[in-house]
């Protein structure tokens, strides 16, 4: 992978690089986005994964297909990409501190089927679906977009359902003080 050492293009006529990139992170962050953490797994379930995810988008009706853009880096990558199945845990608004808690790999606990200490079961994919989501998507992996440092996974969705009154509010960026990318 690409080392990015400076600034990176392109610029717009006579904009300081330096000045330039800060002024597009800003921007970039103003973008309204949700908060989601991501399940997977990997070695035929033997293994499983979550973690912290705001790029997601629905990107068609027809078939009904949503979009998550994982870093190459990620354990999780690896996993979708092997498995090509992914689930999108909606979270609950009160529950932001959970986003902060799959930020960083995580311990999974197969005995007591928990993932960093929170309750989980399994999707008909096989991949996690935390047990205190508001509401889940079980997707199939259809197409691999090669985003430079990341792949958007653009899933077909085979399942999904409420775990929390359809009413619950649900987690966004603005709820934190966190922000993604830029
Ligand atoms: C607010 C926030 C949003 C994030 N959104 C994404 C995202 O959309 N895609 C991504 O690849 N990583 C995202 N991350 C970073 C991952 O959560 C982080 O790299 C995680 O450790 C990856 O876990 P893994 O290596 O166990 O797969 C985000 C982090 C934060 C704090």
């Given at each position: 992978?690409p ?12 904009a ?26 990997g ?10 995810l ?9 078939p ?8 190459k ?7 979708v ?11 609950a608004?009160?529950?932001r ?14 005995d007591?089927a ?23 998507l ?5 197409q ?7 792949t ?6 085979l ?14 960026m ?9």
């Amino acid at each position: 992978m690409p080392v990015q050492t400076g600034p990176l293009g392109p610029f717009p006529e006579g904009a300081d690089p330096e000045e330039y990139e800060k002024l597009r992170r800003r921007v970039l962050w103003k973008m309204p986005s949700g908060l989601y953490v991501l399940g997977a797994v990997g070695d035929g379930g033997a293994s499983l994964n979550a973690m912290t995810l705001s790029w997601a988008t629905q990107v068609s009706s027809d078939p009904k297909l949503v979009g998550v853009s994982v870093e190459k880096a990620a354990y999780t990558h690896g996993l979708v990409d092997e498995s090509g199945v992914f689930v999108l845990n909606i979270i609950a608004r009160e529950d932001r501190a959970i986003v902060r808690k799959f930020t960083k790999p995580i311990e999974v606990d197969r005995d007591a089927a928990t993932l960093n200490g929170f309750d989980y079961v399994i999707a008909g994919s096989g991949a996690p679906v935390l047990a205190r989501a508001v509401a889940w998507l079980d997707a199939g992996v259809r197409q691999r977009v090669d985003c430079g440092a990341y792949t958007l996974f653009v899933g077909e969705v085979l399942d999904c359902a409420f775990r929390a009154p359809e009413d619950t509010e649900v987690l966004r960026m603005e709820d934190t003080r966190l922000n993604y990318g830029g």
